[in-house]
Structures are given as C-alpha cells and as structure tokens.
Nanobody, 124 residues
Framework: QVQLVESGGGLVQAGGSLRLSCAAS????????MGWYRQAPGKQRELVAA???????NYEDSVKGRFTISRDNAKNMAYLQMNSLKPEDTAAYFC??????????????????WGQGTQVTVSS
C-alpha cells in the first residue's frame, strides 16, 4: 500500500505565501510524475503543477511565475511553494503521484495515488 499525506495548508492574506508538502510512504520502488491539483467548491479538480522524475515541470497558466513545484526523490516528497497568493487560489489542494509499487506476491505495477487534501484559503 502507498499513502500520500499533504500538509502546509492554512489561511493567508492576499499577497502572502504558503508551502505545501506531500509525503509518500509505503511500498515504493520509484515515483514517476508527481503533481498538485486543486478543487474549489462547485468546480472540477484541476492540475496546478506537475513534475517528472527528471524534474521537468509544467504549470497551469494562472500560477506561472507565482508557484514552484519541486521534489526530493530520496525522501519521496513533493513541495509546492506558493507566492503572491490570490483569493482565487482558495481551494483544497491534493497531491498525486505515479508510484511503482508491488502487491503482496511481489508483482510490481504502477498506480496513481491521491492524498486526502489540504485546504488553502486566501483572504482579500
């Protein structure tokens, strides 16, 4: 089993910063792409930022220049540094990871896992 746990969310004023962390644990041989998604009330979940195992990144247009995604492969961690936050960034933020894991018989397979989410609220 693989678990993802996000942390670092909270309430911040517009223009402020937050740093989200995502910790992956369990039976992990490697992690391919990792990503941060967000979902605001009444809206669909959207990709905010993603990073490959080779540290290639991509960002949703509205966060370019303000958010930075990074990862620590040795610790199975991903981070999202969010600067110049705006009220429209308010949402639940979720971590996603493509993990090479194995079942109880040792068979390896790749599966996508989600964290439980962390709330980010930006006040105006």
């Amino acid at each position: 089993q693989v678990q993802l746990v996000e942390s670092g969310g909270g309430l911040v004023q517009a223009g402020g910063s937050l740093r989200l962390s995502c910790a992956a644990s369990g039976t992990i041989f490697s992690i391919n792409a990792m990503g941060w998604y967000r979902q605001a009330p009444g809206k669909q979940r959207e990709l905010v930022a993603a990073i490959t195992s080779a540290d290639v990144t991509n960002y949703e247009d509205s966060v370019k220049g303000r958010f930075t995604i990074s990862r620590d492969n040795a610790k199975n961690m991903a981070y999202l540094q969010m600067n110049s936050l705006k009220p429209e960034d308010t949402a639940a933020y979720f971590c996603n990871a493509q993990v090479l894991t194995s079942d109880n018989r040792g068979h390896r397979y790749t599966n996508a896992y989600w964290g439980q989410g962390t709330q980010v609220t930006v006040s105006s």
